[in-house]
Every structure is written in C-alpha cells, then in structure tokens.
C-alpha cells in the first residue's frame, strides 16, 4: 500500500506535453550498462547478455550525467525479458519489473531522485513482439499476459519492401503481437496507461513503430497521456513525418543519415538547405524531432571514422538544430563501438572521467543550448557553403565544418548589431567584433563553434 500511494503521489506531478519536452536534453542510457547496483568496477566478459547495471546504480551516479547539463534520462524498457535480454526488449512479463535490473521500489526510488533533481525520465517501451519463445510459439504459456497462440501472427520473416508483411510478420524471430485481437490490444493499453501512472513516467520511447499500424499508435499514445516519440527507422522525411498526429514525434533518422553523409562522407553541406526545406513543409512540428548521433541499433559515429572533430560538429548539430537532443550514453567518452552488442559497452570504467574532452565539450554544448534558450526561437540558415554552414536561433549563431582545412567566412546575414562582440563558447577568450562586413569566422582544423553575444 505504501508504494502504491508513492506511486500515485508521484504521478500527479507527471504527464509532460510534448510542447514542455522541446526545452529538454535528453541521455540515453542503457540501464544495464551504465553502472552496476553493488558498486562492482570490473569488466564484462559478455557483451551480449547481462552485464550487471540497474536501477540503483544509475540513482547513484546521476550527477554524472546531470553536471553535463542533462535534464531527462531514457532507460531500457523496465519489464521482466526472457534469458539473455539485457537490453529490454524480449518481453516475458508485463507485470513484473525485470529483477536484474533491481527491485520495483530501486525504480521507484531511482524516478524520486531524478525528480527531485527536476530531471524527468524517458521509458522505452515495446508492443509490437515478445521476447524469443520458438517460430512454433512452444513457449507461449511463460508470456504474460499474451500466453496464447492465437493472441500472435502466425510465423512470417519480415519482407521489409512489403509494408503488409512488415506489420504481420516476425522481426528477428521474435513473435508478432497481433493488435487486432481484441485482448491484445486492450491488454497493451491498459498496461501502458497503468506504468506511466503507477511510476510517473514523464515520456514514452516507442519500439519498433513500422511494424504496427499507425491507428494503433494513435490509441497507444492517448492511452499513455505523455509526451510519446516513436522509433521509425527510416531516412525518409515524409515517412517520419506521416507518424506525426499517432504519435507526437520520431526518432529524427532522417537527420541522422544527413549527419553521415556531411560530417562522415563530405558530402556538400548545401545538403542542410535541402534538407530544412522539406522537414520544416513535412513536420506538424519539426522541434519535437529525436535528434541523435549514436544509439544502441547503429554502429557509433566513431568506429571506422576516428575524427573527433567531425564527430563534434555532428553533436553540437544535434543540440542546436530544431528539435529535441538525445545523446547516447559514452558519447561523452568518445566510444568507438562497431555492431550491436559492440556498440552496447560498459561505461562505468570511464564514469569518474568528468575531465575528458568529449565531457567538457558535451558539458559545454548543453549549457550553450540551455543558456540560450534556442527552443524558443526560429530556425535562420545564415550561410551555406560546400564544407561550410551556418544558422542561428535568436542571438545564438553556430557555424560547423565539415573538412580539415581551415576556413575563413564573413557571414553578412546574422542576428548581431554592428560593434558587438560575440564569443565562442568552446574556446576561452576566443571573441571577435561584428563590423559593417558581418561576423568574422574561423574555423581552424573542421572544428566548429557556437557563437553568443559576449554579455550573455
């Protein structure tokens, strides 16, 4: 009784919008890897399976992630899985929290601290599969509460050019929750509604969203009364853009994929023009967009690419270029992880290492976002060029690069007046004069920088 009325207590004080999610910054941290509940510092010999993080671990080290500036945590889902599935997403049982990662109450404890600290947390959430039970379902009865056969598509591999065979068959083996089935659906959403309210849940990661109908999502994230941002794992705007009104976001890979190709494969950054010109027609809203560089599903930036400076660029792109950011969790180490489980490493060697280059810089880009408020202003393109570009939000102005060489621009069209004196945050001291010819910018060796007025 005494949780429940936590719980509930909690939860009065929940239910952000997705308007109060654009001023938030948010870490991804896969809760079994961030650090572990008994303190214990050694390595982990398996990467694909669990590794020892929870709850408590994470309760006890969120300075630091909130000395970086972050205000919003998105953790692996929170449900008991089938053997093996650390990262959360092989449901076994709805009902139970998965004990590996801690106790219902580390949870509840955990969710306390974070709001106490004004930092609100972000659960992944999956209703489209089930964790690995056999193509025959032989093991359907261990899943609760969809412990029948005929609460499933019969099994299919996935044809990912056939949309019909993308919503009724299996990813990766995994069995396919029918949503048509009265008790399924109804299941889901009573179950996605009781989480947000029995943890105070602030917002919603939705799993795998194109292998659901859309109309499903719509009832989902009415269900859930939060703010509800939906992984749909695809490089076009439009079909980003088509979730938007079922759900109130998507992952912006859209964004990603312009990212690799200006900052990793050189491609013209002209591109950026482009690119803006069809997300701000596509988008309902465009600042409610996921923008990430890394996540657990892709190879990290810097595996095979190891250049810091582009990977700078890419970040400070995402914290600044209308939507909402997410950093993946040791980013801010520089971590350099190939394919799934390799980009899934453990961060608690390097967790005392508040001192790095990619902390500082990432310390250094949130506070610049925060400080400057950009969520509030309008998106301006400033100047394009081949490998250079830049725009502002309000008297904020971020000028990034995507070659070695240095470069040299006047940027004429900028939100400053004649005789201000704006400065570089990445670098002390580093401030120049605005005069009648415009804003002088150098950029030495592909760094970038994040320009505001020096009384600011």
């Known amino acids: 009784m005494k949780l429940f009325i936590l719980a509930i207590t909690l939860a009065v004080i929940s239910a952000h919008t997705a308007q109060e999610w654009q001023s938030r910054t948010i870490y991804q941290a896969l809760t079994d890897r961030f650090y572990r509940n008994n303190g214990d510092t050694s390595g982990c010999s398996n990467l694909g399976n669990y590794c020892g993080g929870g709850f408590v671990g994470m309760m006890n080290h969120l300075d630091y992630i909130q000395n970086m500036g972050f205000d919003a945590i998105w953790v692996s889902p929170i449900i008991l899985n089938t053997p093996g599935g650390y990262h959360g997403y092989w449901a076994q049982d709805f009902y139970q929290i998965n004990p590996n990662f801690g106790s219902e109450q580390d949870f509840v404890n955990l969710i306390s601290a974070m709001h106490q600290r004004g930092m609100w947390i972000m659960v992944d959430v999956v209703a489209n599969h089930v964790g690995p039970i056999g193509e025959d379902l032989s093991g359907v009865g261990q899943i609760n509460p969809f412990n029948q056969a005929s609460y499933y598509h019969p099994y299919c591999a996935i044809n990912w050019n056939d949309q019909w065979s993308v ?271 415009g804003l002088p910018v150098y950029l030495d060796g592909g760094e970038c920088k994040l320009y505001q007025l020096k009384t600011s």
Not at 344 to 361: C, D, H, K, V
Not at 382 to 409: C, E, I, K, P, V
């Open 167 to 437: 919503q009724n068959c299996w990813l990766a083996n995994l069995p396919d929750l029918n949503q048509s089935v009265q008790f399924v659906s109804n299941g889901l959403l009573s179950w996605v509604s009781s989480i947000v309210q029995k943890y105070s849940i602030d917002g919603l990661r939705i799993d795998t969203c194109p292998e659901v109908p859309m109309s499903f999502w719509a009832q989902y994230s009415k269900a859930a009364g939060v703010f509800t941002i939906c992984e749909v794992f695809d490089g076009s705007i439009s079909t980003n853009a088509g979730y938007q009104g079922s759900v109130d976001a998507t992952l912006n890979y859209p964004l990603f994929y312009l990212m690799q190709d200006m900052f990793k494969s050189g491609n013209s950054m002209y591109d950026a023009r482009n690119f803006m010109n069809q997300a701000s027609t596509a988008f309902k809203n465009i600042n409610v967009e996921g923008n990430f560089v890394d996540n657990h599903d892709n190879a990290r930036f810097l595996y095979q690419y190891n250049k810091i400076n582009r990977f700078q660029n890419a970040i400070a792109w995402t914290m600044t270029w209308p939507g909402i950011p997410i950093l993946y969790y040791g980013d801010e180490q520089a971590y350099a992880g190939g394919n799934d489980p390799n980009n899934r490493e453990i961060l608690w060697p390097n967790i005392a290492n508040t001192g790095s280059q990619m902390y500082t810089f990432v310390k250094a880009v949130v506070g610049y976002r925060k400080n400057n408020q950009i969520w509030n202003y309008s998106w301006i393109e400033r100047y394009a060029a081949n490998n250079f570009y830049a725009y502002s939000r309000g008297q904020a102005l971020m000028a990034f690069s995507n070659t070695d060489n240095n470069q040299m621009y006047w940027v004429s069209y900028h939100p400053y007046a004649v005789g201000n004196v704006v400065c570089n945050v990445l670098i002390a001291n580093d401030c120049v004069t605005v005069t009648s010819q």
